[in-house]
C-alpha cells in the first residue's frame, strides 16, 4: 500500500469525527522532510504543535504558513540533551534515518547534540487540557515514548495514536527494523496502548499487493504473526481512544491506496525479463 498518503487519508477522515469543534492539540512528532501530517492537521483547523530536531526550509515555511508552533528538539524519555545519531542510508546521509538509538538501522557514527523532552515535559510546554492526535515517527524509538503515557492521567491522553515500526527491510530477514529488539518494542507500544484503554487500530504496511489490517487492542490476542505480513516492510499503526468505526468504512478510505495491479504487473513484468 502506499503507506503515507494512506495515513493521512484516514487521519483527515477521523480527527474531525473525534473531536467537531477542534478543542484539543495535533503534534507531529519527528516530521522529517516530506509526509508533512502537521500541515494536514492545521488544514482541517486543529491548532497543531511540531517537534522536530532537524526542521527542513519547506517544514518552517510551512509552519509559518498555516501558524504551527515549532519545538526543535527530540522526544525522549528524559529532559536535557542527547546525541542525535545522523540518518544514512544507501550509502548517503539521509536526515529522515536520525535516530537517538546508535544501533537503529538508519544510525551512522556522525553525531549531533540536541535538546529531548520527555513526553510529560512536552505536554507541560504546550499547555493543553485536550489532545486530539500524537503522530509520531522517530526511528525506534516509539516504544521508548510510548511507554510514559502510563504515567499520565487518562484525561491526557490523546484520542488517536499513530506510530511507525519496521524499516530497512522485510520481515522475513529479521534485519534492521524487524529484529528482535524492535518487533518488541512493537509489541511494547501496543501493551501500553492496551493497558490505557486504546481499542480499535489500523496498521497499514508498504509490502506490495497489500491491504489495511484492523484489529482491536482489548478485544484480539495479538502475536507478531497476527498483525503484521509475513514479508512485512514498513508502515504504521493508528490507534484510537474509545472510538469505533465500521470496517466497511475503514476499507473505502483505504482502497484508493492500494496498490496491488500496478505493482503486480511491474512484478510480471520484471520476471518475464529475467525469464528470458
Keep these: 500500500m502506499h503507506v503515507e498518503p494512506c495515513c493521512q487519508a484516514l487521519l483527515n477522515h477521523f480527527l474531525p469525527k473525534l473531536d467537531p469543534k477542534r478543542s484539543g492539540i495535533c503534534i507531529d ?3 522529517g522532510t516530506f509526509a508533512f501530517y502537521c500541515e494536514k492537521f492545521a ?11 532537524l526542521p527542513v526550509r519547506q517544514l518552517r515555511s510551512r509552519c509559518q504558513q498555516h501558524q504551527i508552533s515549532l519545538i526543535e528538539a527530540c522526544l525522549s524519555d528524559r529532559d536535557g540533551r542527547q546525541p542525535l545519531y545522523m540518518g544514512k542510508f544507501a550509502g548517503q ?8 538509538s546508535a544501533d537503529w538501522f538508519g ?4 553525531t549531533k547534540i540536541v535538546e529531548t523532552l520527555s513526553l510529560p515535559s512536552l505536554f507541560a510546554r504546550i499547555q493543553s487540557k485536550e489532545l486530539t492526535c ?3 515517527d522517530v526511528e525506534g524509538w516509539e516504544s521508548t515514548i510510548i511507554a510514559q ?3 499520565l492521567p487518562r484525561s491526557l491522553l490523546p484520542k488517536v495514536i499513530m506510530f511507525e515500526y519496521g524499516g530497512g527491510s522485510n ?3 529479521g534485519n534492521r527494523g524487524w529484529s528482535s529488539k524492535y518487533i518488541q518494542g512493537t509489541m511494547q507500544c501496543l501493551d501500553v496502548l492496551k493497558s490505557c484503554g486504546y481499542g480499535t487500530s489500523i496498521l497499514v504496511d508498504m509490502v506490495s499487493r497489500s491491504q489495511e489490517r484492523v484489529f482491536h487492542l482489548q478485544k484480539d490476542r495479538l502475536t507478531p504473526d497476527s498483525i503484521f505480513y509475513e514479508n512485512a516492510v514498513y508502515g504504521n499503526i493508528i490507534s484510537f481512544l474509545d472510538f469505533e468505526e465500521s470496517l466497511d468504512e475503514i476499507s473505502e478510505i483505504c482502497r484508493p491506496y492500494y496498490n496491488n495491479t500496478f505493482i503486480f504487473w511491474i512484478e510480471t513484468k ?7
Design 149 to 151: 503515557l502510563s504515567d
Design 134 to 136: 500524537l503522530k509520531m
Design 107 to 110: 544510525s551512522s557514527s556522525t
Design 270 to 276: 520484471v520476471q518475464a525479463i529475467f525469464q528470458l
Design 43 to 53: 488544514r482541517l483547523g486543529f491548532q497543531t504543535w511540531v517537534v522536530e530536531p
Design 93 to 100: 546521509a539521509n536526515s529522515n534515518f536520525s535516530s537517538l
Design 171 to 173: 520481515r522475513q530477514t
Design 29 to 31: 512528532v519527528g516530521v
